[in-house]
């Protein structure tokens, strides 16, 4: 019914920046909370930042004044900011989104996550 797929990931330097996308298709009535979540091999897949269907937002402390989060209501699209890069940020990053899929009901989806390499 719905699907969600991150886009924007790749290799970058050391203090550079990438915009990461969500964008969420099928059928759905809204769009209700969407997080951002990354795992790095060995590790725990860690929550980064959420974003509310107002636009209030909540980020973690590895990643507070470095990355932001946006939504384009329009475009059914979620986007992560990130900036000054550094190598411990490598991981694969997930989007999270509580979709209302009937009248009455919400069900969280998953992406199927994209690469982000920061390396020199």
């Known amino acids: 019914q719905v699907q969600l797929v991150e886009s924007g990931g790749g290799l970058v330097q050391p203090g550079g920046s990438l915009r990461l996308s969500c964008a969420a298709s099928g059928s759905f009535f809204s769009i209700n909370t969407v997080g951002w979540y990354r795992q790095a091999p060995g590790k725990q897949r860690d929550l980064l930042t959420t974003?509310?269907?107002?636009?209030?937002?909540n980020y973690a402390d590895s990643v507070k004044g470095r990355f932001t989060i946006s939504r384009d209501n329009a475009k059914n699209t979620v986007y992560l900011h990130m900036n000054s890069l550094q190598p411990e940020d490598t991981a694969v990053y997930y989007c999270?989104?509580?979709?209302?899929?009937?009248?009455?009901?919400?069900?969280?989806?998953w992406g199927q996550g994209t690469q982000v390499t920061v390396s020199s």
């Open positions: 974003i509310t269907s107002g636009g209030s937002t």
């Open positions: 999270n989104a509580k979709v209302q899929t009937t009248v009455w009901g919400f069900v969280s989806y």
